[in-house]
C-alpha cells in the first residue's frame, strides 16, 4: 500500500476578477496567475455573472464602482450563488458607509485603490497585514471634503441628474447646485 506524498500542493484557487479598466484588469490577472490563482475576468458584474456559474469561482475580487452596477449588487449575486466564495471589494471611492454594506453583504475584506497584487493576495488568504508594519500617513479629510465626496458620488449614481440627486440627498436642488459649483474642499 502506498503512503500519500506528505507535502501536496495546495489546491488552486478559481479567481473571478471584476473591473471595468481593463489594463487594471489584465495586469492583476497576470499577477495572481503568477501567485498560483487560475483567473478569469469579466468587464461588468453582468458578464461576471454570466461566465461564473462554468468557471465555478472560489474567490473574486470585484470593483465597486462599474458603469452599469455597483460592484456590491455582485457581491450578493455572488455569495447567493457560491455561499463558500471569498470576495474582496476593491474601490477608489473609499467611504465608511460602502466599506460596511460590502462586509455586510458577504465581502471577506475592502481594499482602496491603489491595492498591489501582494495586498490582495494577503487579503484572500484572510490575511491581514502586520501590526509591526509602520502604517501609511493618512491625512483625515474634513467634514466639508467628506461631504462633496459623498454628493459627487450620489450625483454619479444618479447618472448626474441634479433634480435625482437633490432627492436621493433630501435637499432643495438649487442648494444642491450652490454646493456643486463650489471648487472641492483641499482636504
Not at 490582495?120 to 501609511?136: F, M
Request: with cysteine; charged share 25%; proline share 8%.
Amino acid at each position: 500500500m502506498k503512503t500519500p506524498d506528505p507535502v501536496q500542493a495546495p489546491a488552486l484557487k478559481k479567481l473571478l476578477l471584476v473591473d471595468d479598466d481593463e489594463a487594471f484588469r489584465e495586469r492583476l490577472a497576470v499577477a495572481m496567475k503568477r501567485r498560483g490563482y487560475e483567473t478569469l475576468t469579466a468587464p461588468s458584474a453582468a458578464e461576471a455573472l454570466r461566465l461564473a456559474p462554468a468557471f465555478g469561482p472560489t474567490a473574486a475580487v470585484v470593483d465597486l464602482k462599474m458603469p452599469e452596477e455597483n460592484g456590491l449588487v455582485l457581491v450578493k449575486a455572488l455569495r447567493e450563488r457560491f455561499p463558500n466564495i471569498v470576495v474582496i471589494v476593491l474601490t477608489g471611492y473609499g467611504s465608511i458607509a460602502t466599506a460596511l454594506d460590502a462586509v455586510r453583504l458577504g465581502a471577506a475584506d475592502y481594499l482602496t485603490k491603489p491595492a498591489d497584487a501582494d495586498r490582495i493576495h494577503e487579503a484572500l488568504q484572510g490575511k491581514t497585514p502586520s501590526v509591526e508594519a509602520p502604517l501609511p500617513e493618512v491625512e483625515t479629510p474634513t467634514l466639508d471634503r467628506v461631504e462633496w465626496e459623498h454628493m459627487q458620488r450620489i450625483l454619479s449614481d444618479c447618472g448626474h441628474n441634479i433634480s435625482q440627486t437633490a432627492r436621493v440627498l433630501g435637499i432643495d436642488r438649487r442648494s444642491l447646485q450652490r454646493k456643486l459649483s463650489k471648487y472641492p474642499p483641499n482636504k
